[in-house]
């Protein structure tokens, strides 16, 4: 099995201008694709270069698109991350088990403030769906995809 | 099983804007195991004036790190693992996906990709099917934090 061709990935955050001292825009991660419910969602925060610290990085469920986000909460309270102003060029990662959690995930992001700003993209991966992408678009790759065998 | 505990990504091109979209090089061999398979993404923001022209935005390979790559000879027409144009008007926000079956690949991969103008974009691979898998964040590629939800 190859696990990353029944994976589909999702965009949430594309490459933007850099920016500072403001809200990232988001796009949602709705976890049933096609009428199938993805099991586990891994949402990646990808760092460029950056002169500041992530002020919020945490992850809000609901049930309904567009509305009723509220933040999960762990063990050890909000599910957030926190990102530095010395993080360029890494990865920071909430891997999520959406057997348990609403159909409905949301990041949010905002960027402290610096002297330039921070580039920062967002992408999530679904995984572990009882069916799975059987073509470029399904799996996510809007803009192409070619196969190296 | 959970996918994305199982495999690795690996940081290629930091979200950046810019003309020398280059990634740097892919080590199939990750603590000296070889991963059978990799998933190269390429996410793109605003693509700049003039596109990304066909034959600059392909897949190399090398058996050795810093030398040597060629582009890969795919079956039938030897032209290698490449994308027709990327345009300005129609892949803005789009998502690439080169997939590969590293079993039949040199160790070293690179995707050579050159904007005409300045682009906004990014590059990652999802290392997978390794036989002996990640079992920490630093493994799995995490280079910030990582949480489990």
């Known amino acids: ?149 | 099983m959970v996918n994305g505990l199982d495999q690795k990504i690996v940081k290629l091109l930091a979200p950046i804007s810019g003309t020398a979209l280059t990634s740097s090089e892919l080590d199939t061999v990750q603590s000296g195991v070889k991963t059978d398979y990799a998933i190269i993404y390429y996410m793109f923001g605003v693509i700049g004036a003039g596109n990304i022209t066909a034959g600059n935005f392909k897949l190399q390979h090398s058996d050795v790190s810093g030398s040597g790559f060629v582009d890969i000879p795919v079956l039938g027409n030897g032209t290698g693992g490449t994308f027709g144009v990327v345009t300005t008007t129609t892949d803005d926000g789009k998502i690439f996906a080169i997939n590969v079956d590293t079993r039949k690949t040199r160790r070293y991969l690179k995707v050579t990709c050159t904007a005409t103008a300045a682009t906004l974009g990014c590059a990652f691979a999802v290392l997978d099917r390794m036989k002996e898998a990640p079992f920490t964040a630093a493994t799995r590629g995490v280079t910030g934090t990582e949480l489990v939800i």
């Open chain 1, 1 to 149: 099995m190859i696990y990353s061709l029944d994976q589909k990935i999702l965009g949430i955050t594309p490459p933007a201008a850099i920016i500072n001292n403001a809200s990232f825009t988001t796009a949602e991660v709705d976890s049933v694709q096609n009428g199938v419910k993805y099991e586990w969602a891994s949402i990646y925060v990808y760092l460029g270069a950056t002169d500041v610290a992530v002020t919020s990085c945490k992850i809000q469920e609901s049930d309904v698109s567009g509305s009723g986000f509220i933040d999960i909460t762990g063990a050890n309270g909000p599910a957030s991350l926190s990102p530095t102003a010395t993080d360029d060029n890494k990865f920071f990662v909430f891997h999520i088990d959406m057997r348990k959690r609403k159909r409905y995930l949301d990041l949010v992001l905002t960027i402290g403030s610096g002297a330039t700003g921070g580039f920062v993209t967002a992408f999530a991966i679904l995984s572990r769906s009882k069916e799975v992408p059987s073509t470029p678009t399904l799996r996510g790759a809007n803009g192409g995809e070619v196969l190296v065998t």
